[in-house]
């Protein structure tokens, strides 16, 4: 700055960044979602929840966040005497972020127990995750650990003894943190990530009944969680997945004393630096096992799946944070005269963040609605599940990557520096293509299971094209294309699935074709509902968009192609909802 530029005000700077925004509150996306895919009455009951939860997200949770990213956790292997007594010291900022979590929000406990926010039953899984994106956008890192507990007393619950189910139950649901017993799920050795069949971890069974866990675990998160749910290979087993069994360890025995094992060290990860990811050695830990001998693998893939769409929405939770940071930098941003939210590359930058954002939205609300409808006993929601998990953490969470990165960019070199949450957004949305499968892990789940398997392809098609035919709204031949589209998709998803030769190699572009069929028909009547209804109809022209550059590509190059896209745009981007007769408007070029 020279000399004689005055110093711009100290407002203006403020204004450069998202923090003390409430994140629900903005986000017209969400409240039309929510009015669209849950029932009226259980909205208007959680709806002040998630108005108070979007301003601590957007308040004193993203402050939290920061402090513990910059303080990550410290391992201590004796106490001032020399007694070996492991503990891991949180920074308080981490303990804070828990207590919002676990004991004013409830998240871990929402789908499973009465009496959060004084409701008379559970809550349907919707309600769930969409405290689950709201505490995301202000933090990543705690949600792992709280999504764990979550899962894992849905395993448990599923399928432990009714003895160790009513133990465990006041504290893996406790709504306090002095009674709280928060979960972790185990699987991982240095032979054994993707391939579990290799996993060496034993079960030993003692002439009194009892099991011993040995074995080296080698990613575990949530390192000090008081329930450890983990896969082991009882002695004699046969070899590979069929040999695995599930266990519950305890943290502590009968007589308080620290079970039999022990934490080697701490990872010093690229991201969730918050929270403790570390290494532990079994030596003879005493176990419980979980449902029958050799059942394991398919125990925790319930606990897998519910991860996995845990793992969609949280990327969709820091997609969203992305478009937040995007769009206040490039509307406070000067330069040329002129903020670059009004400079036409900028506005395309700004599209390229949205799209998959709100495509990510469509997803996790529609998987909370299919979620709900197989709590309620139907199959076909049941195998569509099934597919929409993976193809959602597939998609998403590669999505998520690049629109942190786009994000940056918008804010220039202050994006790149500490003091700003776009480095924190960077690092935490790397690991999404990690946890619970990578890339190639969950495209290959959808082309060698649920697809064979299951016909999950043609169970989401069905409801997919229900939906279609039921929004009345959607221009015809618009409706036309979207159904050639699902239906093309469902096609060339079970044509690579049904061969040998080809599926590994297109698996991803299987379930990338049917996650982009999936969210182009999920906007269109979600735009064309809210329109007819006299509110926002901007879906439909996001539809039109994933269609478009996604599934039918057009040539870059030829000038006329470019006429929706000019003409959505401004649309899209203005704060001003969109009418129906205009959405159909400009979808008609």
């Not at 044509?495 to 299987?510: F, H, I, K, N, P």
Request: contains cysteine; charged residues 25%; proline residues 5%.
């Amino acid at each position: 700055m020279s000399a004689t530029t005055p110093a711009r005000p100290l407002e203006d700077w403020i204004a450069d960044d998202a923090r003390g925004l409430n994140f629900f509150s903005i986000d017209r996306g969400l409240q039309d979602g929510l009015k669209h895919y849950m029932d009226g009455q259980s909205l208007l009951a959680i709806q002040p929840h998630l108005e108070e939860l979007g301003r601590v997200a957007g308040n004193e949770l993203d402050e939290y966040a920061d402090i513990a990213d910059k303080h990550p956790p410290v391992l201590h292997h004796r106490d001032r005497f020399g007694r070996e007594a492991q503990w891991i010291e949180m920074h308080p900022a981490y303990r804070e972020m828990e207590r919002i979590a676990y004991a004013r929000f409830g998240i871990h406990r929402a789908s499973h127990a009465e009496g959060q926010f004084g409701r008379d039953r559970p809550w349907p899984p919707l309600a769930k995750y969409a405290l689950q994106y709201l505490f995301v956008q202000g933090e990543f890192g705690v949600m792992c650990p709280v999504s764990m507990t979550d899962s894992g007393w849905a395993l448990i619950e599923a399928f432990a003894a009714p003895e160790l189910r009513e133990k465990l139950r006041p504290h893996i649901l406790a709504d306090n943190l002095d009674d709280l017993w928060r979960c972790a799920h185990l699987m991982t050795e240095k032979g054994a990530g993707s391939d579990v069949g290799n996993l060496e971890t034993r079960a030993i069974r003692h002439e009194d009944g009892s099991w011993r866990i040995h074995g080296d675990k080698w990613f575990c998160s949530n390192t000090d969680a008081e329930v450890i749910l983990l896969l082991a290979r009882p002695e004699g087993a046969a070899a590979g997945t069929r040999g695995l069994s599930m266990f519950y360890v305890p943290k502590w025995g009968d007589d308080g004393r620290r079970n039999s094992y022990r934490i080697v060290r701490l990872k010093e990860k690229l991201g969730t630096k918050g929270m403790p990811s570390g290494e532990i050695l079994f030596d003879g830990a005493k176990a419980y096992l979980i449902g029958e001998e050799g059942n394991g693998i398919k125990q925790i893939m319930r606990t897998v799946n519910f991860s996995r769409l845990s793992h969609g929405v949280r990327a969709a939770a820091m997609m969203r944070r992305c478009w937040n940071e995007a769009l206040a930098a490039a509307q406070s941003r000067v330069v040329f005269g002129r903020t670059i939210a009004d400079m036409p590359l900028l506005r395309r930058q700004l599209m390229k963040i949205l799209l998959p954002t709100e495509q990510a939205l469509s997803a996790f609300l529609f998987s909370g609605f299919v979620m709900e409808l197989e709590n309620q006993g139907d199959r076909r929601a049941k195998r569509a599940i099934r597919l929409i998990t993976p193809i959602f953490k597939f998609r998403a969470c590669r999505d998520n990557v690049p629109v942190a990165t786009g994000a940056m960019e918008v804010r220039g070199g202050n994006g790149y520096i500490e003091d700003w949450v776009n480095p924190r957004l960077i690092r935490d949305a790397h690991v999404g293509l990690l946890w619970e499968g990578t890339s190639n892990i969950n495209a290959l789940d959808v082309v060698r299971r649920a697809i064979p398997k299951e016909a999950a392809h043609e169970a989401l098609r069905d409801i997919l094209l229900e939906r279609i035919a039921g929004a009345a709204a959607i221009p015809a031949a618009f409706r036309e294309r979207l159904e050639r589209m699902v239906q093309r998709a469902a096609d060339f998803a079970g044509a690579v699935a049904a061969s040998d030769t080809v599926a590994e190699r297109q698996a991803r572009l299987a379930a990338g074709a049917l996650y982009h069929a999936m969210t182009a028909a999920l906007l269109a009547v979600e735009g064309a509902t809210a329109g007819a209804d006299g509110g926002d109809a901007r879906r439909l022209l996001l539809a039109r968009m994933v269609l478009q550059h996604r599934l039918e590509p057009q040539d870059p190059l030829a000038l006329e192609n470019t006429a929706f896209d000019e003409a959505a745009e401004p649309l899209l981007l203005d704060e001003t909802p969109v009418p129906l007769a205009e959405a159909e408007r400009v979808l008609g070029l």
